[in-house]
Each structure stands twice: as structure tokens, then as C-alpha cells.
């Protein structure tokens, strides 16, 4: 499996304010998705970033809150846009490398919105 | 998106004892299911998959089985031991493009 960096690894941010996070591979990966787990609960799959073109949501995600970029096989960014509170969580980064391959996990962001 | 269960949330076995844990899937599209285990506070780590052409894979004292008429899927850990206490969650994809996890199973292996 590949290595996933992730960043930042928690932060506290403002409500209305909007953070970033990043993911790097070590290696060329085929698909990368983005995730939300609240502490103690199961992960919920937020969207598929795909490269060079716009990320495919799942339900009860949007674009205007959470926008993703993924301008090459390695990189991805999510950014959690006008937070509120709710948005508290922590979210993580993944990628495989082809069908029916594991998926493999960056080390998470805490995000606390107060 | 699919939609996994998993049963039970929660587990308590002894050691030496074996655990359980099963999952049910609603998408018959879904052909390749992994299982991760999650310790505190870290990412989510594979322990074993199995893609929908095996019916059953087994790696040392872990054991996954598939039944792909019924839609289940259980994790079978023999001879548990202490550090196998953490989270397990099941998932199911449909050809490696998009990944649906199970709500997870906190198992508690008692020394």
C-alpha cells in the first residue's frame, strides 16, 4: 500500500471561516475519496475526487461546502467552506489503486468549529 | 450509495475465545469487500478482503466468508487475543469506485 500524508493534523477554526486539508501520496494512486467520521462512529463517505475534473458528491454533500480539487494522481485538497459547528469532525483522505484493491487512509484531521 | 449493516456494535469475548462480526450489503453490484480495524485515535487499517469470486479467504486466525446470494459477509477471529480489542468496520465497493462503510464493531478482548 501507498503512504498518505495528510495535514493539517487537527485545528480549531471559527464559525463562517473555511480550512483546507490536504492530502499527499507517495505514489500514483487511481481513485481518491474523502471521508467524515465522527468519534466513535463509522465513516461516511463524502465525495470521489477525481483528477482534472469535479469531484463526484454523495448524497447530502455539496460543492459550495465542501469543494475538492485533485489537480494530479498524488495530491488532493477538501475544504469545509462557512463552518458551523456541526461540521466538527474528523475527516480523512483515501486512496487505492485500481478495482477491487484496498483502500488506504491518511491520518485524519480533527476539525473543531467553535 | 450502497448500504451496509453490521452487527453487533458491540463485542466481548475472552481471550482465546472467538469473535464474529457480520455485515449485509443492499447493492448486488458490490464486488470486492474489505475489513479494516481502527485502534484509537489512528486510521483505519486492512486486516482482510475478499473479492465476490472466493466464497471464503482465511489469513492466520482471521477468516472472512461471502455469500453473495444472501448479501452477507462475516469476520471470523480465532484465538483472540488482547490486541485485537479496536474497532472493526466491514465495506463493501463496487469495483474499487466508491467505498460504503458499516456502522463498526467495538470488540473487547478480555485478558
Known amino acids: 500500500s501507498a503512504v498518505i500524508s495528510q495535514k493539517p493534523s487537527r485545528d480549531i477554526c471559527q464559525r463562517g471561516t473555511s480550512l483546507t486539508i490536504q492530502c499527499q501520496v507517495d505514489?500514483?494512486?487511481?481513485?481518491m475519496f474523502w471521508y467524515r467520521q465522527q468519534p466513535g462512529q463509522s465513516l461516511t463517505l463524502i465525495a470521489t475526487?477525481?483528477?482534472?475534473?469535479?469531484?463526484?458528491?454523495e448524497s447530502g454533500f455539496v460543492i459550495d461546502k465542501f469543494p475538492i480539487s485533485r489537480p494530479n494522481l498524488t495530491f488532493s485538497t477538501l475544504t469545509v467552506s462557512n463552518m458551523s459547528p456541526e461540521d466538527s469532525s474528523i475527516y480523512l483522505c483515501?486512496?487505492?489503486?485500481?478495482?477491487?484493491?484496498?483502500?488506504?487512509f491518511g491520518q485524519g484531521t480533527r476539525l473543531t468549529v467553535v | 450509495g450502497e448500504n451496509v449493516e453490521q452487527h453487533p456494535s458491540t463485542l466481548s469475548v475472552q481471550e482465546g475465545d472467538s469473535a464474529v462480526i457480520k455485515c449485509t450489503y443492499s447493492?448486488?453490484?458490490?464486488?470486492?469487500f474489505p475489513w479494516y480495524k481502527q485502534e484509537l485515535g489512528k486510521r483505519p487499517q486492512l486486516i482482510i478482503d475478499?473479492?465476490?469470486?472466493?466464497g471464503e479467504k482465511k489469513d492466520q486466525r482471521i477468516a472472512v466468508t461471502l455469500n453473495k446470494t444472501a448479501k452477507h459477509f462475516s469476520l471470523h477471529i480465532t484465538e483472540t487475543q488482547p490486541e485485537d480489542s479496536a474497532v472493526y468496520f466491514c465495506?463493501?465497493?463496487?469495483?474499487?469506485?466508491?467505498?460504503?462503510f458499516g456502522t463498526g464493531t467495538s470488540l473487547t478482548v478480555i485478558p
Open positions: 483515501s486512496g487505492n489503486r485500481g478495482p477491487n484493491t484496498e483502500a488506504f
Open positions: 505514489s500514483q494512486v487511481t481513485m
Open positions: 475526487a477525481n483528477q482534472g475534473s469535479e469531484a463526484t458528491y
Open positions: 447493492d448486488s453490484a458490490s464486488n470486492y
Open positions: 475478499i473479492r465476490s469470486n472466493v
Open positions: 465495506a463493501a465497493s463496487i469495483q474499487g469506485n466508491q467505498f460504503y
